[in-house]
């Protein structure tokens, strides 16, 4: 049974930093693209905001390139999203997912989805 298991959600003044988790388990880590995705309250998924590689190749990011960093511990079957110099725009529900190699950034293209965690950007 493939798991994807999200964490390290929470409150946090703008300008401050989290560092989400997403452990994995139940398929081959390696063979599968990682990506976070994001939705606001009260809005659709929007497409993905970092994705990790599965092959080596570059990683993907979208408009948080540059505040946010993604890497991969595959001893772990985790992917961390470091996410730097937050903004209240930045709140919602991140979700990690896993697709196979050629996933980008549309959902329909992952299999496999976590419970979510939440982020709250706020003074």
């Known amino acids: 049974q493939v798991q994807l298991v999200e964490s390290g959600g929470g409150l946090v003044q703008p300008g401050g930093s989290l560092r989400l988790s997403c452990v994995a388990s139940?398929?081959?880590?390696?063979?599968?693209?990682i990506a976070w995705f994001r939705q606001a309250r009260g809005k659709g998924r929007a497409g993905a905001i970092y994705?990790?590689?599965?092959?080596?190749?570059?990683d993907y990011a979208g408009s948080v390139k540059g505040r946010f960093t993604i890497s991969r511990d595959h001893a772990k079957n985790t992917v961390y999203l470091q996410m730097n110099s937050l903004k209240p725009e930045d709140t919602g529900v991140y979700y990690c997912?896993?697709?196979?190699?050629?996933?980008?950034?549309?959902?329909?293209?992952?299999?496999?989805w976590g419970q979510g965690t939440e982020v709250t950007v706020s003074s």
């Open positions: 139940g398929l081959f880590f390696d063979a599968y693209a």
């Open positions: 994705i990790a590689s599965s092959d080596g190749g570059p």
């Open positions: 997912a896993a697709g196979d190699m050629a996933a980008g950034r549309v959902p329909d293209e992952y299999s496999y």
